[in-house]
């Protein structure tokens, strides 16, 4: 159903606060200020049908201006709406955690070796392993860089005092720890307490064919006052020589931490 409106100043529906002119079939572009409502006139034959028509056209003017200013609020604002009604939740507060307290240091390494075959424990000094997978007879421990230590008992006929025992092993032991050897010079060859006990150590400086050569030693001692009763310990050193060869002081810190499992 449409309806049809005579010309005459009526609410623009693009500005309600403004009159625009109607001229029976279409806006014009002629717009006013609403005039300001004057005193009431007396009713009129016409007056009844007058207010009904001003009434009607006034109603159909604001249902399409109101429609379409509802429409152009819901378009210009659509993402709002949508977000104004979609449910929000707030986020849940992160829940605390924690770092796990540092590891508390510890070293498994052991610091001493026992062997128990010939009676004493010997310490570990840093780089020192127990030589617990070598098959090499005596071999008790080594260090990376080419640093042994051997460990024997010697008893019955073949015990000697602590000196000679030394002085007879020093050459074997050079002998089995290079190949090659060209000369050696005497390093320290002095009597020594071990473990409580009389001792004596030779150290010799080998020089070989090829290679840096090294440092051998033969240290004996008792394991108890009667040299006799117990037999005498052999421990033989081999340290190579050059930068990258065991600290000549390890040899030293060995010999004085030599302990005996008797006491």
């Known amino acids: 159903m449409s309806r049809t409106l005579p010309p005459g100043w009526y609410p623009d529906p693009d500005a309600p606060h403004l009159e625009r002119r109607w001229d029976g079939t279409a806006w014009t572009d002629d717009r006013r200020a609403p005039e300001a409502p004057g005193p009431p006139r007396a009713a009129d034959g016409a007056s009844g049908r007058a207010k009904a028509v001003a009434l009607a056209i006034a109603g159909a003017v604001l249902v399409p201006a109101i429609v379409t200013g509802a429409y152009a609020l819901a378009r210009g604002h659509g993402d709002d709406v949508v977000a104004d009604t979609a449910p929000t939740f707030a986020a849940p507060p992160p829940t605390p955690t924690f770092a796990p307290p540092p590891p508390t240091a510890t070293s498994s390494a052991p610091t001493r070796l026992v062997d128990e075959l010939d009676g004493i424990s010997l310490p570990l000094p840093e780089g020192w392993v127990p030589a617990r997978y ?90 108890d006052a009667d040299e006799r009763s117990r037999g005498t310990v052999v421990v ?17 810190r060995i010999t004085r931490g030599i302990r005996s499992l008797d006491r």
């Not at 060209?182 to 070989?208: D, I, M, N, Q």
């Not at 050193?237 to 040899?251: H, S, T």
């Open 236 to 252: 033989r050193f081999a340290f190579d020589a050059g930068p990258d060869g065991p600290p000549l002081a390890d040899m030293d």
């Open 134 to 223: 070598v098959t090499r007879d005596n071999l008790v421990m080594t260090r990376e860089g080419g640093g042994r230590v051997f460990a024997r008992t010697v008893s019955g006929k073949l015990a000697q005092p602590p000196d000679a025992l030394a002085e007879k092993d020093i050459p074997q032991a050079a002998d089995t720890s290079y190949d090659g050897i060209r000369g050696h010079h005497v390093v320290r060859s002095e009597r020594v307490k071990v473990a409580g006990c009389a001792g004596y150590l030779v150290r010799w400086r080998v020089r070989t064919a090829e290679g840096p050569g090294g440092y051998v030693q033969s240290l004996a001692f008792a394991r």
